[in-house]
């Protein structure tokens, strides 16, 4: 089976333009998740989708950044406009979460190496 | 709110030694779940190991093995015989109740050939 598939692997862009990071999950897993990782701020969780329904979105920066997930094989972060600060990898992650609290392990893409100049 | 702290930043054995890496977590909740991450110089974030709370029975996984401590709230990993491939930063994090996964900050191993 595929892991989770992200695109692209690296951008580099310039500030002000905007940046539209792409997800496939693994198939048959009802749950995905957008990191950010820094060396500031270590792993962070962006947004938490479930049922392709966002249930955590606190942890997004601010209004410049959005996501959606318009069904169950596809999610986009974006960034608009986009800043240096942002500059970081970005991950997606997926699980299969059934009922109740029981958490089961993400899997997580490769990756999206962000650079804002 | 839960707390993952992996104590030691950075770690350096010579090749062919154990060693230990040491997360404490800290959560209000009963039903918890903790895991291990592997993430090696090309970036990817690898998934080792997951453990509930209410599992405290060692895991041994080859040459990995984990010890769930509950009374001291910690969540140990050991790696038996170390080899240059297992050179990564490695992170533990937890889930529990209605939280995110929380991450560690992580703790670089580098295996010494």
């Known amino acids: 089976d595929a892991g989770v598939i992200q695109s692209p692997r690296h951008e580099v862009t310039e500030m002000g333009q905007e940046v539209t990071l792409r997800c496939k999950p693994i198939?048959?897993?009802?749950?995905l998740f957008w990191y950010r990782q820094t060396m500031m701020r270590g792993l962070e969780l962006l947004i938490y989708f479930n049922n392709n329904v966002p249930i955590d979105d606190s942890g997004m920066p601010e209004d410049r950044f959005s996501a959606k997930m318009p069904n169950a094989s596809f999610s986009t972060l974006k960034i608009q406009p986009s800043e240096p600060r942002d500059s970081a990898v970005y991950f997606c992650?997926?699980?299969?979460?059934?009922?109740?609290?029981?958490?089961?392990?993400?899997?997580f893409g490769p990756g999206t190496r962000l650079t804002v100049l | 709110a839960q707390k993952v702290t992996q104590a030691q930043t950075e770690i350096s054995v010579v090749e062919k030694e154990d060693v230990t890496l040491d997360c404490v977590y800290e959560t209000r909740d009963t039903t918890y779940y903790l895991f291990w991450y592997k993430q090696p110089p090309s970036g990817e974030l690898v998934f080792l190991i997951r453990?509930?709370?209410?599992?405290?029975q060692n895991e041994i996984s080859g040459r990995y093995s984990w010890n769930f401590q509950k009374s001291t709230s910690s969540f140990n990993f050991t790696i038996t015989a170390s080899q240059v491939v297992d050179s990564a930063v490695y992170f533990c994090?937890?889930?529990?109740?209605?939280?995110?996964?929380?991450f560690g900050t992580g703790t670089r191993l580098t295996i010494i050939p």
């Open positions: 198939s048959g897993h009802n749950s």
């Open positions: 453990r509930n709370s209410f599992d405290e």
């Open positions: 992650a997926s699980s299969r979460e059934t009922s109740g609290r029981t958490y089961n392990e993400q899997f």
């Open positions: 994090a937890l889930r529990g109740g209605n939280e995110k996964l929380t």
